[in-house]
């Protein structure tokens, strides 16, 4: 018995739903080991700044530098992982994408810092995750509502710690903010 019109338009919106699940899952997946990254980062960042106030540019300089190292080896792995070539015309396209968007990304909090002037270190070292958890929320509106939800979570607890925790709020981001990001990429990788 051959398939009705509706029957064939069914089964072409189940399959277009699966792929899209697909894509997502892809995503999430993929995006997992990069906010575990920088969750690792924050906790470490963080505290190290409270416990050690004096060397926090230099520690954030180095935190950083070997972060986006770390990130684009593992966006590396994971093309070798997915079957394609990490010398190919479209990884070494993307390839320099990376460093370049966190560079644009450091030039912007600079310039922000520049021009706005934190009255505080504790309104410093809020921005960049009220930033990053503004960054989330907006690329989960394109790929997938987990994005969002780390995003908010990401945002709340951040002003949470400076509204309610204010001498305490470095260890707070760091355990808080940086723990929510390692959170969200094991929640990230159960798909």
């Known amino acids: ?16 739903k699966t792929a899209h699940t697909s894509a997502v899952s892809h995503r999430y997946a993929r995006s997992a080991p990069h906010l575990m990254l920088w969750g690792c980062v924050w906790c470490c960042g963080y505290i190290l700044t409270d ?19 770390a990130a684009m080896l593992i966006g590396r792995a994971q093309q070798r992982a997915a079957g394609g070539n990490p010398g190919n015309a479209e990884a070494e396209r993307f390839g320099w994408r990376y460093p ?30 009220l930033v990053v958890a503004c960054v989330y929320a907006i690329m989960g509106l394109w790929i997938g509502w987990r994005f969002v939800v780390a995003g908010i979570v990401l945002a709340a607890l951040t002003l949470g710690g400076f509204f309610y925790l204010p001498h305490h709020f470095l ?21």
Not at 57 to 68: C, E, R
Request: with cysteine; glycine share 10%; proline share 6%.
């Open 1 to 16: 018995m051959p398939m009705t019109p509706a029957e064939a338009a069914d089964s072409l919106k189940a399959i277009e």
């Open 51 to 69: 416990l050690a106030p004096r060397f926090a540019n230099g520690l954030w300089a180095v935190l950083m530098i070997g972060a986006v190292i």
């Open 171 to 191: 260890i707070w981001q760091g355990i808080a903010g940086g723990g929510a990001l390692i959170l969200a990429g094991f929640w990230f990788r159960k798909v």
């Open 100 to 129: 370049a968007a966190m560079f644009l990304f450091f030039c912007f909090i600079g310039a922000v810092y520049t021009v706005m002037r934190p009255v505080s270190y504790a309104a410093q070292a809020a921005f960049v995750p």
